[in-house]
Structure formats: C-alpha cells, structure tokens
C-alpha cells in the first residue's frame, strides 16, 4: 500500500493550473488536502470561482478557501491575453459544487498544516501571496511544511519582462519571503516549462480518450495554445503541470541545486529570481531548480492523467 503524500493546491486557473489540478487528483500518489485560490491570471474572484468549477469537474471533495485579494504590496496584475477575461475561457464547466470556505486561504492552510500527522507538500503554481502570509502569520507551522513544488521563475530568462516571470513579478516581496524562509523548494521555472511544450497532436491524443475530463482538458489546450501560437510557439507551454509532475515523477527531469534570490527592485528586473549558477555568493542552495524535462515522458504523464477519469471508478 503505497503511503500517499498531503499536498495542498494553491493556484490562480488559468488553463494550466487546471491541468496541473487534474493530474494531480488523478495521481495515486497525492492525498490532496485542500485548494485554495490565489489572485494571478485573474481577478482573486475569478480564479476563486475557476477553482471550483475545477475541483466539481474532476470530483475534488476537499475545502477551498479564498486566497488574498491582491499581492502583499504591488499592484494586481492579471493576464486577460493568454487565459481569456474568465481565465479559464473555451469549454463549458460545470457550476462549483460547493462554496468556498469562510476562512481565507493562508488560515485554511495553517489549519490542514496544524492537523496534519505529519508535513505537508505544497504545490503553488500562481503568485506566492498566500504562502508567504502562511509564513508571516504562521511563522510556528513552517515545519510542517515538507516541501514547496512551486511553478515560477527562470534563471535565464522571463515572459511578462525579459528578466521576470509572471508568477514571481506579480509578488516579488512574497516569492522573496519564500525563497529565503529556508522551507525546501524545487522550482519550475521557464527554464524548464518553456520545454514542457503540448504539441496539437498531443491534444489529439487526449481528446480521443472521449471521456468528460479529457475532452475538457483537450479543449482547454485548444484555448491556452491559441495565445502561444499567435506568438509562434509549436505548442502550448504547460508551465504549472511541472510542478505537480516534479512530484510525483521527478526522474523524467534534470535539476540543478543553487542559491536564488529574488530582485526587488529595478526598472528592468524587478521581480527576476536570480540563479547563482557558478556559486559566486558561496550561499547554500535555497532550490532544486528544474533544468530540463522528457518532453514526451511528461504528455504520457498527462495522457495517463486524463485517461484515469474514464475508468470505472
Ligand atoms: O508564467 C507562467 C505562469 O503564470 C503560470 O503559472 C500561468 O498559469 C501564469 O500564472
Ligand atoms: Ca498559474
């Protein structure tokens, strides 16, 4: 009998959290605690509502609370370009089963960490506003966070600026109160997501599964791709799957041990998280950073995923 790891899902869906979502609840090596929403791709309403959707399409009977209504200092900024005003647009999903909780998501998280027998993994895939207020007001339940599976970042490079990633440029002060809480991280970063590409025949292939939750996720790639072709990508960049699939099957990837810092200031690099590749800093490694992912290993693993909501339950 295979010991299933606690993980909690924090998330702003977005088409590719809701991908990471539904491999990670098909995963037998996951016992998903709680959900909880945090304000990225849209608005902390949207994403809240999109959580639900989320977890009612793929049968997750666990709470969702509500993440923070903005980052911990800067501004919102959402991404209505690449996910579509709802951000989550393209197939139709079903209304959220239940409502959230009436506790906000860093309070629902300290209290699945409090319960828990022992640590739990999380698994943040949008801005880092809530688990840095889970650290910030928490600070005595830090050890019972067993690893931080986060997507966010790139040492070599950005997407929203050249330096900066969109998750982490969102909340530069939050993802800097993570990276230096000493909690272990491995991060999936551009470095490696940008190769996590899903080709059109790989959606073909998902879609021919015929069952609710495939066809969804098929149709979701359909949407999420139409932004990255019309910018000349082959495929659509998966980002946030990586982080749930550097759980639960890290041996399709290549990782790198460095010390990151977050840039918090700067015209042109705020918000870059800053890969002492060489060792410079002589500063321990505070992540695991993911480098390089078995393209094809890595669409099995979606395929498999969406293929387990058409089995007799
Ligand atoms: O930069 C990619 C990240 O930003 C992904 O998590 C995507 O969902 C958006 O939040
Ligand atoms: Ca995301």
Redesign the pocket.
Known sequence: MIKRIPVILD???????AIAWVLATASPLLDIKAVTSVC??QTIQKTTYNAGRIVTLVGLHVPLAMGRVKPLVADAII?PT??GSSGLDGPALPEPADKPVDTDAATLMAQILEESDEPVVLIP???LTNVAALLLLYPHLKNKIRHIYL??GGIDFG??TPAA???ILVDPEAADIVFQSGVPITMAG?DV?EKALVFPEDFERIRALNNPVATVVAEWLDFFYGFHRSIGYPGAPV??AVAVAALIKPEIMTMVDMYVAVELTGDYCRGTTVGDKLGVLKKPANARVIMDIDREAFVDLLAEAAAHYGKEA
Do not use: I, S
């Open positions: 998330g702003d869906p977005g088409h590719d959290d990225g791709n991404a690449v996910h895939t949008g801005p997507m966010g997407n929203w990633e969109f998750n551009l997501t980002h946030d």
